[in-house]
């Protein structure tokens, strides 16, 4: 089937996140999140954002259809992520997904959330490109165009958000993807969130390493590398370690605070920014030479780290890697990636999913 219409369920995490593309083309992607409700936490409520998918899911939905302007009619299929990520949260999008395909007697394909943010890069963006749900003008931005370049195979590809770092292996989207490594302790992202409480930031608080980083020195203190020494790398090639560092700079800052030392925030934070971003560009730089693959892909909210961009661009062009960034609203969590991966799997021929699929909060690649 050519050029099949999709709607796109995503509720892994916080983002209640609906997407509608057109084969390779984004008609339309609404992002609610939940993070506001969870932020006096200092991190993700399961049943908070459980509760706030059953509220945001119908008017996501309508607004997406707005925004498309489809008819939930006209659709090919519906998609939802199956997995993984957050059991309550997960079943209300699949709940939601299986109901919208009884009523409307569509077929459904459950997909992998991970798989779906290697999908994203698939979507070209005509003019309603630039959804408003996520404020792009915010951070430096240097995204390749995604039709400039079209996605090829195999790529690397590196996720990196407050829920998963992982390094896949991708050899065909829709059939053939392999989980390299990933975090054995922390997520990226977390690391940058619990840093961020040390030194007194709010939450999320990798926005505000960032910020503050910017006029910090990151070679003022030396935090240990995660599973990066030779030693390391030959057991723990592609995975990532990240609460080692987070102690380290805890221990660094209440050292300083007991002598009554004043801490250099933006040092630190400018340290620990290199730190992380030294760590997940070198494993993925290593996986891009074990493979013989000159292409790699990222995505995930971390992404929108302003060191992080900048030292992917430069290690890849010295190693003659082709980078590819989709924008940042198809970066975090959306509906439209999961949607595109839908597509892609009926394109290619795939049997959608029988009605009896759950839920699978850790659901393998
Ligand atoms: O993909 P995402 O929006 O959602 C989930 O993981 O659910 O990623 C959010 C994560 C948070 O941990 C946040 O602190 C981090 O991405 N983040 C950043 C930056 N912007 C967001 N980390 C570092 N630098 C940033 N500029
Ligand atoms: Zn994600």
Same mark, same amino acid.
């Given at each position: ?48 954002a ?5 509220e ?32 309550g ?13 009884l ?41 390749v ?32 993807v392999?989980?390299?490594g990933? %975090? ?12 961020a409480?040390?030194?007194?930031m ?13 006029t ?7 935090f ?16 990532f ?5 987070k %102690? ?18 933006n040092?630190?934070a ?31 909210g ?10 992917a661009?430069?290690? %890849?062009?010295?190693a ?33 999913? %029988?009605?009896?699929?759950g839920?699978?909060?850790t659901?393998p690649?």
């Open positions: 089937r050519e050029n099949p219409l999709v709607l796109g369920i995503e509720t892994s995490c916080d983002e209640t996140g609906i997407g509608i593309v057109r084969g390779t083309t984004l008609l339309a992607n609404v992002i609610a999140s939940s993070m506001d409700e969870h932020a006096r936490y200092g991190g993700v409520v399961p049943e908070v459980a509760r706030a998918h059953l945001e899911l119908v008017p996501a939905i309508e607004a997406a259809v707005a925004e498309s302007g489809i008819a939930l009619s006209d659709l090919d299929a519906i998609a939802v992520t199956s997995g993984p990520g957050l059991a949260a997960l079943m209300v999008g699949v709940g939601a997904a299986k109901a919208l395909a009523a409307l007697d569509k077929p459904i394909y459950a997909v992998n959330h991970l798989v779906g943010h290697v999908g994203a890069d698939v979507l070209r963006l005509d003019d309603r490109a630039d959804s408003d749900s996520v404020p792009l003008d915010t951070v430096p931005l240097e995204a165009p995604l039709d400039t370049v079209p996605l090829e195979y195999p790529t690397i590809a590196l996720l990196v958000s407050g829920g998963h770092t992982s390094l896949l292996l991708v050899r065909d989207l829709t059939s053939d392999e989980l390299l990933e %975090t054995i302790d922390d997520a990226a992202g977390e690391a940058f969130d619990k840093v409480r040390i030194l007194g709010p939450y999320p608080g990798g926005p505000h390493i960032d910020a503050a980083a910017a910090g020195d990151p070679r003022a203190i030396r240990p590398r995660g599973l990066s020494r030779p030693k390391d790398m030959a057991q723990h090639r592609y995975d370690s990240f609460s080692g560092l %102690t380290s700079v805890a221990r660094w800052v209440e050292h300083r605070e007991d002598e009554g030392v004043p801490v250099p925030v040092d630190v400018a340290s620990f920014r290199e730190a992380v971003v030294d760590i997940l560009l070198t494993k993925a730089v290593a996986a891009c030479h074990d493979y013989g693959v000159p292409r790699l892909l990222l995505g995930g971390v992404i929108a780290n302003a060191r992080l961009r900048q030292v661009i430069e290690r %890849t062009d010295a003659g890697i082709t980078l590819r960034i989709p924008p940042l609203s198809l970066c975090t969590d959306n509906g439209a990636m999961i949607a595109a991966l839908g597509a892609q799997l009926i394109m290619n021929g795939h049997a959608p999913s %029988t009605l009896d699929f839920a699978d909060s659901l690649v």
